[in-house]
C-alpha cells in the first residue's frame, strides 16, 4: 500500500487548493477512502471520506459546506477541492482508506494564513 500527497502550500485566507493522492499496491476502486489532517501534537482528524463508488461521502463538520472529496478509479486517485480556507484548516493532510491502513504517507502541508 502506498500513498502519495501532493498541491499542498501557502495560502491566504478565502482562498482554493486542491490535493491530490496517489495510491498504489491495492485495488483502489474496491476500497473507501479518506482525506485525514493533523497538526503537530494534536489527534488526527476525519476531514473527507468517500466510497468505493463514490455513493457515500461524509465530511467533518469544520469543513462541510467548503471541501469536496471526490475520486478517480481509472486514476486511482483521490482529490480533495479546498474553498474559503481559513487558518483553522493549517495541517498536515494525509489520505488513507476508510479504515486506515497502519501505513501513511508523507502528507502533504497546508498553510492558511495571510
Known amino acids: 500500500v502506498q500513498f502519495v500527497e501532493s498541491g499542498g502550500g501557502l495560502v491566504q485566507p478565502g482562498g482554493s487548493l486542491r490535493l491530490s493522492c496517489a495510491a498504489s499496491?491495492?485495488?483502489?476502486?474496491?476500497?473507501?477512502m479518506k482525506w485525514y489532517r493533523q497538526v503537530p501534537e494534536k489527534q488526527r482528524e476525519m476531514v473527507a471520506g468517500?466510497?468505493?463508488?463514490?455513493?457515500?461521502?461524509v465530511y467533518g463538520t469544520s469543513v462541510k459546506g467548503r471541501f469536496t472529496v471526490s475520486r478517480d478509479n481509472a486514476k486511482n486517485t483521490l482529490y480533495l477541492q479546498m474553498n474559503n480556507l481559513k487558518p483553522e484548516d493549517t495541517a498536515r493532510y494525509y489520505c488513507?482508506?476508510?479504515?486506515?491502513?497502519?501505513?501513511w504517507g508523507q502528507g502533504t502541508q497546508v498553510t492558511v494564513s495571510s
Open positions: 499496491g491495492f485495488t483502489f476502486s474496491g476500497f473507501g
Open positions: 468517500i466510497s468505493s463508488r463514490g455513493t457515500n461521502i
Open positions: 488513507n482508506l476508510w479504515t486506515p491502513a497502519n501505513y
